[in-house]
């Protein structure tokens, strides 16, 4: 029986995408990997030197259109779809009385209405499995807010009310949702923030320091083997949020 799985990360050309789907590679799968511009030769070299194989679809999830030809092919060319990370997010922050409706908009286009595409056509294909993953990530700002992303805030909320409602619906067939929700992770985004930030980061997170993208990726691997966990929503921040 061949336990090797196809997978789809959206937003795999860096960050916590590009440790997702190093991930998977590195134990021999199949990963789709997914950026709105072409991944350089030397990153495809190195996903390809992992172990598995890496096939690059170029696109925009926040387009309807382009989330359909990306799933058709996905299924033409390796026969099923086992695991939907969605992973692709877009911040354009501002503090509420100076957001321009189209930067609302369009974080929630990328963030929000690009996971409702990709799941949407993905559970077609799973259903009809009976099996399937489908893995969400969030943000720790979708259960608590932040200053100045309000659009962002909003659409991380939005994932995991989506993710709840669709693991309720797909479970009769055995096709599970669960939703990530990151907290500070060591990233670009945190590179580029200053020494004052970051202390009031660390000083709000329990473990004292910030986690990594590859600690988001053991996550998502072990969910992806799991059938009997769905609807939840797991906060990977070192205790920032602490539910109970």
Known sequence: ???????IVTGSSRGIGKAIASSFLKDGHTVVVNGRSE?????LEYFNG???????????ISDETFVKKMIKETKKTFKKIDVLVNNAGLTKDNLLIRMSEEDFDATLSVNLKGTFFTAKEAAKVMLKQRSGHIINISSVVGTTGNVGQAN??????????FTKTIA????????VANAIAPGFIESDMTDGLTDEIKEQALQSIPLKRLGTAEEIAELVNFLSDQKYITGQVLHVDGGMVMNG
């Open 39 to 43: 991944f350089k030769p030397e990153l």
């Open 1 to 7: 029986m061949d336990n090797k799985k196809v997978v």
């Open 168 to 175: 309720k619906e797909l479970a009769p067939r055995g096709v």
């Open 152 to 161: 962002y805030a909003a659409s991380k909320a939005g994932v995991i009310g």
């Open 50 to 60: 992992l172990g598995g194989k890496a096939h690059p679809i170029i696109g925009d």
